[in-house]
């Protein structure tokens, strides 16, 4: 009998409020990447062929100019998901990038790391199905980096 007092009590103890995130759809979350590569990652690629080389044909022979492109795209998406916790194509679906145990904004370094985990996770495309078969909706980048894609709270 003393036993099951105790476990009641524990029960009873470890019953702290947890912050409820409503997570974004996927197929929201899929928009905002094209959303991002249209207004990011294109303008970046447009410049590097025309404007730092000399047109199409010397940007599709360079193995340094997509590196580059690729490179620079990723430190702004690091840089706009550390400052802001989310990009111009995740703002316009509102959704935000949140660390998955303090529901704060990543760092750049882990905002970086999360950029280069999602390119491999596109490449073996198995991550890119994880968020079908999860209640959280996590791809494979998001459980490597220990975050979660979330809907904004709208302020009333």
Not at 13 to 33: H, L, M, N
Not at 80 to 106: C, H, M
Request: aromatic content about 16%; overall charge positive; glycine content about 6%.
């Amino acid at each position: 009998m003393r036993f099951r007092n105790i476990k009641k009590q524990q029960k009873k103890g470890s019953d702290e409020p947890k912050v409820k995130y409503v997570y974004a759809r996927y197929i929201d979350r899929i928009k905002a990447f094209i959303t991002d590569m249209f207004m990011i990652y294109a303008p970046i690629l447009y410049v590097t062929a025309y404007f730092i080389m000399d047109g199409k044909n010397d940007f599709q022979s360079s193995e340094l100019a997509p590196l580059l492109g690729v490179t620079l795209y990723g430190l702004i998406y690091a840089l706009l998901l550390s400052k802001f916790g989310q990009t111009p194509g995740k703002r316009a679906y509102e959704i935000k990038v949140l660390d998955d145990k303090t529901g704060n904004y990543i760092g750049f370094f882990k905002s970086l790391f999360r950029f280069v985990a999602f390119l491999f996770t596109a490449s073996t495309l198995l991550g890119l199905f994880l968020p079908f078969y999860r209640k959280d909706r996590k791809a494979l980048h998001d459980l490597i980096c220990g975050t979660i894609v979330v809907v904004k709270k709208k302020s009333h």
